[in-house]
């Protein structure tokens, strides 16, 4: 009799050190002595259905195998995967990786070994690499089709239509329908047809990674996702069936589960001839008596279920590979089989570790092959152009890895060239070995995802993509496409530092786009080139003003000619909102158009690159700003509409199906790198920044300077249009915040309502019967609401529950749970338990909580009812265990996949989430006052060179452009979670004015112009990786409420 009992070992929980002689494809370790010898000749079956002979010696353990495949797919987390075949008997089991394939595998020659998925985890995104997903993605179309993964029509059509749009691209009903015809997908899939073509109808703009994600996502919420049936009987003799999954052992009727015993019940698990016998824990509550037997078809088909329930166990449950047991001295007893390779936990911590190369791969069903690490050629030093400019091809690369030359990692799902006939005639796939890429890929979820790219336009057609960049991560963090110069047909690519991605989800940026036109710069070279401005500060002050202003006039072209370009294509905006807008925005472009010339005049006057001879009366920016703040106002009145025209936008998007689609695509357009009506405020952010700036110019000038008495003038000029504006503006700011929230949450119809105010969202994780799960946590004044990223296109989250805010108690209950950073949440009517990652991030949310209930004991009563439908929760933490929030959502899924709002991937919810940390409405507030833009130098840990960029900093996030004259951004890095620092010694950088930022394993270094420009640098990106505490801000602004 084979038997595993479940003995805690202090090795097993803590996780100890791997044992070095066992892991999968652990890079720089030796595979085990493969013994010398005959070879055999073994064909593998692999996912995609192609065959592949393998030799190995006959005496060589299956784990010799087995890393053949997985080194021939270069697949890295190899260890979900498994390789089955009938043996002698006829009976379908797994190789064991300790013995010898030869007394395992009688006939090689006439036997085909199937390479297949395993281990299912619970969660897709813990899945790191985007060829993982695809073999996934693979496995679920093959048992799809061989009737293995049963689901309801709807369900079955939504998947394949996922799959047809991995394999075809975007929507075209003949070839739709062309290609059903050939390939099925489903038994019966005919009746399906026009299901599956409507759905895929919607999906268009999504690359083959992220058909992969959402193809998964749905598939994991299906009851026999991952599910292998083993006839069985009970011990009344009921036929029924047992299966093992990464939570326990499960039982069906049919296909209908009527029990499952979690691995925390499960005592001991054994066998004896044909009898399974599992041996519970003991519960008082529980029915169930202490051991449970079924009677399998032989003992055979016994010991292969029993097998394959000890490995589930040990890599789902263990830390660490189990130690063999030590061999008995006279007779053994029982069977002497154990798991062995890395558990789940080793598998991730390896992979975010950065201990493997990203290398390219190719979809074999798929029209768009899917690269995981493109690298270009490097350019020739002198050369003008690069060698490939024409083409801007993105890479996604490990942490770390760096091509020559100074490089960017690009991030996300799909990697393509500028232009349609460049993409088709010069892209292809590098040369092996041109790229090193040793680090990690994404965390789980995305979660190191760093520059992410702009978003996808659904209306644009996208031409033929011979390649797909990588999807490291989640492959919703949004996309960016890139540009080439000239080009005129721009197309999707990612930026990553594994979201991911993810992807889009999905870091630098290394496109020859991204590099400076010379191509990679020796530094000798760089800074004989670098000019030499004058020394004093005042210059500097008033070139950051020349600098954001640049920004600043691109922010009023979104609305005054994107926008209303678009807006005049369509019939769908009242002339009554337009002539609100667009004619207050107008006479403020040219007004600053104006303003940036003089400004501009006065820098050349002032660095002496014309009128030298009169120079010396031309230092000074005072006289500048005095005249043209007191030509601002004169445009008070149009400033006043702004808060208006806010209002009266979103109350039309409410009433108006066809504004809200013409808004909602022209926020997926690149240019749109904010949310819209974020661009509507930037007037009036724009006045607090002259008023800092002139704030800056008195504090240096002594009183005697020349310049001194004009910029105090303007100062008090400025001071006064702030006072008056700035009630409206802290008003306007929360009402911005709260409709931006409402395109982040599904489930709620009441959001935005008279004396609601923002306070707090982030992430959390939430106790309930199956353990910590995340959610995400939104604060206000009246109310805290829980939810999770909901199973939709859009990639919302949906609202699982809420707590008024009107009579909750709050307390500290680390001892009582067993969880560090933990709290319990008391309301009138329901209890819930949360645990934040860190000390700190735990004593923002208790300042915050304890805040917003004392304000709700201050207001007339308890809030009113908030979400669209979920009856009130009334129970415990112990009781929710299976509650509403972990169950499948396809129904309200299908609600919104008919709507299909496409939606940005990298809003702050979504970094938040992905980052497992929070941000404040203080924290929004703070980083209105601190953006800034201009030139900056770039580098990569690795790399030699550094690049020039255009960079903006606003909304915590850094945007890369390749020049200023740049109509969107290149890539992003939002800043949420990262360490802002000074290189060290050991770092070998010996440049002055360079910071560098690390998050995890992600290292940037920036490079400045001057002391001046470093220590604003400095100043503000400090601001968004650290969030101000409520006292500062309510020392600055009194609270307002919408």
């Avoid at 490939?388 to 996604?396: G, R």
């Avoid at 979104?558 to 667009?582: A, C, R, Y």
């Avoid at 903006?952 to 360490?979: E, I, M, R, W």
Wanted: aromatic share 8%.
């Amino acid at each position: 009799m084979g038997e595993i009992e479940q003995r805690p070992t202090p090795g097993s929980r803590l996780g100890a050190p791997e044992n070095s002689g066992i892991s999968t494809l652990e890079h720089g370790q030796k595979l085990p002595p493969t013994p010398s010898g005959k070879l055999m000749s073994i064909k593998i079956q692999m996912l995609d259905d192609t065959q592949e002979a393998f030799e190995v010696p006959q005496r060589a353990p299956g784990k010799v195998l087995l890393d053949a495949v997985c080194n021939h797919l270069n697949l890295v987390e190899g260890d979900y995967f498994g390789l089955e075949f009938p043996d002698h008997k006829k009976i379908t089991v797994w190789l064991d990786l300790l013995k010898p394939i030869v007394k395992q595998i009688r006939r090689p020659k006439h036997v085909v070994v199937k390479f297949v998925v395993k281990f299912f985890p619970p969660d897709h995104t813990q899945l790191q690499e985007e060829l993982t997903r695809y073999l996934f993605a693979l496995q679920v179309k093959q048992d799809l089709a061989q009737g293995r993964l049963t689901c309801n029509d709807t369900s079955a059509a939504l998947l394949i239509s996922h799959i047809v749009q991995s394999e075809i691209g975007d929507f075209d009903e003949a070839s739709d329908r062309e290609h059903l015809a050939k390939n099925k997908y489903i038994p019966q899939q005919d009746a399906l047809e026009d299901k599956i073509v409507e759905f895929h109808h919607n999906h268009i703009g999504q690359t083959p990674a992220e058909s992969d994600f959402q193809l998964l996502e749905i598939a994991r919420r299906l009851e026999m996702y991952g599910i292998r049936l083993h006839p069985a009987k009970d011990r009344e003799g009921t036929k029924i069936n047992l299966a093992v999954a990464n939570t326990g052992i499960l039982v069906f009727q049919g296909f209908t589960k009527i029990n499952a015993f979690n691995w925390a019940k499960v005592r001991k698990l054994s066998f004896k001839r044909k009898r399974f016998l599992i041996k519970l824990r003991p519960d008082v509550n529980s029915s169930y008596q202490d051991t449970l037997e079924f009677l399998m078809a032989s003992r055979d088909f016994c010991k292969s279920f029993w097998k394959i329930c000890v490995e589930h166990h040990a890599f789902f449950r263990l830390f660490e590979e189990p130690k063999p047991k030590p061999k008995p001295v006279l007779f053994s007893r029982g069977s002497s089989f154990r798991f062995s390779g890395r558990t789940q936990k080793q598998v991730l911590d390896y992979v975010k570790e950065g201990g493997h190369k990203k290398v390219q791969f190719e979809r074999k069903h798929s029209k768009i092959h899917s690269i995981r690490s493109l690298v270009t050629q490097p350019s020739e030093p002198n050369s003008e152009v690069p060698k490939q400019a024409q083409q801007s091809v993105s890479l996604t690369l490990g942490e770390g890895s760096e091509p020559p030359g100074g490089q960017s990692c690009l991030q996300g799902a799909d990697a393509t060239a500028a232009s349609a006939e460049d993409s088709e005639r010069q892209r292809g796939p590098s040369p092996a070995g041109s790229a090193k890429g040793d680090g990690a890929s994404g965390a789980a979820a995305a979660e190191d995802e760093e520059l992410v790219k702009d978003r996808p336009q659904q209306s644009r057609p996208r031409p033929p993509q011979p390649s797909t960049g990588s999807l490291t991560g989640s492959p919703h963090l949004s996309e960016l496409s890139i540009n080439s110069q000239g080009g005129t047909a721009p197309t999707n690519a990612i930026l990553s530092p594994n979201l991911s991605p993810d992807t889009k989800q999905a870091s630098p940026l290394v496109s020859p786009l991204l590099n400076d036109q010379a191509g990679p710069r020796a530094e000798d070279e760089d800074d004989g080139r670098r000019k030499r401005f004058p020394t004093d500060k005042a210059y500097f002050i008033a070139k950051e003003v020349s600098t954001t202003e640049r920004t600043y006039l691109k922010d009023l072209e979104v609305i005054t000619s994107w926008f209303q370009s678009t807006v005049s294509k369509e019939d769908s905006m009242p002339e009554t909102l337009k002539s609100l807008i667009f004619p207050n925005f107008e006479p403020l472009h040219k007004f600053h158009t104006n303003f940036l010339k003089e400004i501009e005049q006065r820098l050349a006057l002032w660095e002496g690159r014309s009128n030298a001879h009169i120079r010396g009366d031309y230092q000074r920016i005072g006289d500048v700003m005095l005249k043209n703040i007191q030509g601002m106002k004169q445009l008070a009145a149009h400033l006043w509409k702004h808060s208006e025209a806010l209002e009266a936008l979103e109350t039309g998007i409410r009433g108006s199906r066809r504004l809200e689609g013409l808004c909602r695509d022209f926020e997926l357009q690149k240019v749109c790198y904010l949310p819209l009506n974020t661009f509507l405020l930037r007037p009036l952010h724009r006045l607090m920044h002259y008023k800092q700036v002139l704030e800056r110019l008195c504090k240096h000038y002594p009183p005697s300077h020349a310049d001194f008495r004009d910029c105090r003038a303007a100062l008090a000029e400025i001071t006064e249009m702030v006072a008056q504006l700035h009630g409206t503006m802290i008003k306007m700011e929360n009402f911005q915040k709260l409709h931006e929230l409402k395109k982040d949450l599904i489930g709620v119809d009441n959001l935005v309502i008279p004396g609601r105010e923002f306070i707090r969202l982030g992430s959390l994780s939430k106790l309930s019967g199956k353990g910590l799960q995340q959610r995400m946590f939104f604060l206000f004044n009246d109310v805290l609401l829980y939810t999770s990223r909901g199973l939709t296109a859009s990639n919302q989250f949906k609202v699982h529950g809420q707590l008024p805010l009107y009579g909750m108690t709050m307390e500290e209950s680390e001892e009582e749970w067993g969880v560090p950073h933990c709290l319990t949440l008391r309301g009138q009517r329901q209890s819930i338990v949360v645990a934040a990652s860190s000390r700190p991030e735990m004593d923002k949310w208790v300042e915050d909580i304890q805040m917003a209930i004392d304000l709700a004991e201050k207001s007339s009563g308890p809030a009113p009812e908030f979400l669209a439908s979920s009856p009130p929760d009334n129970k415990s933490p112990e009781e929710a265990a299976g509650d509403q929030e972990s169950e499948d959502d396809l129904s309200a899924s299908r609600t919104s996949l008919e709507r299909q709002a496409p939606h940005r991937g990298n809003t702050m919810v979504h970094v938040c989430w992905h980052r497992n940390t929070s941000v404040s409405m203080v924290d929004f507030s703070v980083a209105v006052e601190n953006q800034l833009s201009g030139n900056l130098l770039r580098k990569f840990k690795n790399s030699n060179g550094w690049q020039k960029l255009w960079v903006v900093f606003t909304n915590f996030c850094l945007f890369f452009y390749k020049s200023h004259q740049d109509n969107h951004p290149l890539a992003s890095l939002p800043l949420l979670g990262y360490s802002l620092t000074i290189p060290s010694e050991s770092e070998d950088i010996h440049k002055d004015y360079v910071f560098k930022l690390h998050f995890k394993s992600h290292v940037y270094y920036f490079r400045a112009e001057s002391e001046y420009t470093f220590e604003r640098w400095m100043e503000v990106i400090r601001s968004a990786t650290s969030s101000a505490s409520r006292a500062h801000a309510l020392s600055h602004k009194e609270s307002h409420m919408y």
